[in-house]
């Protein structure tokens, strides 16, 4: 794949957009300088959880999206795809490419957002944005391929997906143009992961990487394992209610699969375990379709016992009518709701009835972003609102990072020495001020990288 040209070296224009100096709202712009050059864009994502993020939301984007060739999609969290609608309605019309599970698991969660907008008074003319015509139009547009497969898009350059490892279909992006090439980690995945495959090994001449947890490390798999296990038991022999906030696009379907696996080997007793997330009960669906992508472990659980994220206890509650009945079954029972930060679904409804009690306990098991619901409570706060009613928080509060989909601060400096040789420029992205600074004096201090965290809005001359 490599370019061995000899003409004089080209040049790209690489624009911050969004998703610098923050965790969510990932979006890229590269483009070409010169006369007809070609335009890209790198995840279209909503910004979550901050006051701020109304105006990156709703604001105009930085570039006219008519104007835009490509939209590549690293993978299906709502933080990269989210604005694909607004996008759309504002113009754009070119190809949008991502891995082929990326493409399947967009509908069910672009068909969420929209629903979720649909309630929105606030932002004039987002509702008209936000439609299942416009999700549709976007689908038509939509282009998924393999791992691994060249996506030769001409104009000199030539692309790859690689396995992110994050989340089912994640990808970096590898691009090649002139000499260079340039990867796009989207997020990089807490290897190893219960379900999926390890980060791929990979190189690059200009890196943008993520840096979510780049200021802390998490636990090893062995040990979030039994502190998963220990946190069911304490809750059992109390008698309580373990309340779950989870992600619905992978997080629900790792929990499902490590309570399966204490369930099979009778490590824990048998509770009834309710998976209440309409969204992540339709995913998981999808999942059972890519099992090619699968960890090895994950792959020989299939080949054993078929389902691997059913099990006996579990009941799973897609209509709000049964969500509501779970409330009258007796304790001790586990409850896997969304969403994972507790800014809205499900979850609101059951840490309203369960965590005034002290016998109760809540987990968190993945990141909580500022000025979320979640970010409150795992910072300590004793009393909330929920649907305007003031809840005292007495249950057990819970926190297992090792669970997190992303890469800690450690194995994100691993990832980087792979390639401290080649990277010529590392664009630390994707992750709080603080975790972005930290992350980059370390790659700095023990790498010798140029590394450097960009701030919304900043551009970069790209020398190739």
């Known amino acids: 794949m490599q370019d061995n040209t000899t003409a004089k070296p080209k040049t790209l224009t690489l624009k911050f957009c969004s998703g610098a100096g923050a965790v969510t709202g990932a979006n890229f712009l590269l483009k070409q300088n010169e006369e007809g050059g070609k335009k890209f864009l790198i995840d279209c994502g ?24 490509i939209l590549f999609i690293t993978h299906a969290h709502v933080d990269h795809i989210g604005r694909i609608p607004k996008l759309i309605a504002q113009g754009f019309n070119g190809r949008i490419i991502s891995t082929d599970a990326t493409h399947d698991l967009a509908l069910p969660m672009l068909m969420d957002t929209v629903n979720i907008m649909a309630h929105d008074v606030k932002h004039p003319g987002v509702k008209e944005m936000y439609t299942e015509q416009i999700v549709e139009k976007a689908l038509s547009l939509w282009e998924g391929v393999p791992y691994y ?8 350059f030539k692309c790859q997906f690689k396995d ?9 992006l590898e691009i090649y143009y002139g000499t260079k090439k340039i990867v ?32 802390r490390n998490h636990e090893h798999r062995d040990e979030r394992r039994k502190m998963l296990e220990k946190v069911i038991e304490d809750n059992y022999n109390r008698k309580g209610v373990l309340v779950i906030p ?4 992978e997080r629900s379907q790792e929990l499902l699969f490590e309570i399966n696996e204490f369930v099979e080997n009778k490590r824990v007793p048998q509770m009834p375990v309710f998976f209440d997330s309409p969204l992540a009960i339709r995913l998981t669906s999808i999942y059972h379709k890519y099992t090619k992508y699968f960890n090895q472990e994950a792959k020989d659980g299939v080949h054993a016992r078929g389902d691997i994220f059913t099990f006996p206890g579990l009941k799973v509650t897609p209509e709000t009518e049964d969500s509501k009945q779970i409330l009258h079954t007796p304790n001790p029972k586990i409850i896997i709701a969304g969403s994972g930060m507790s800014n809205g679904g499900r979850i609101l409804h059951h840490e309203h009835n369960y965590l005034p009690d002290a016998n109760n306990t809540l987990l968190l098991t993945g990141y909580q972003s500022m000025g979320t619901l979640g970010r409150l409570i795992e910072d300590g706060i004793k009393t909330i609102r929920i649907a305007g009613e003031e809840v005292t928080i007495r249950a057990h509060i819970e926190k297992i990072d090792g669970y997190s989909g992303h890469k800690d601060s450690d ?31 370390k790659l700095r201090d023990n790498l010798g990288v140029n590394a450097i965290a960009p701030q919304a809005g900043d551009t970069e001359l790209l020398i190739c």
């Open 411 to 441: 194995h994100l400096l691993e990832f980087v020495a792979q390639m401290q040789d080649r990277v010529q420029k590392d664009f630390v992205c994707m992750g709080e001020p603080k975790a972005e600074l930290f992350l980059v004096q």
């Open 149 to 156: 497969q060249d996506i030769n898009i001409d104009h000199g």
């Open 246 to 249: 989870t992600f619905s696009l």
């Open 46 to 69: 909503m910004e979550q959880g901050t006051a701020a993020a109304d105006e990156t939301n709703w604001s105009d984007f930085l570039y006219n999206p008519a104007d835009i060739d």
């Open 164 to 172: 992110s490892g994050h989340i089912l279909g994640s990808a970096m």
């Open 184 to 215: 796009f980690t989207g997020d990089l995945g807490n290897s190893p992961s219960p379900l999926l495959r390890d980060t791929d090994p990979m190189e690059a001449d200009y890196l943008i990487m993520e840096s979510v947890y780049g200021d």
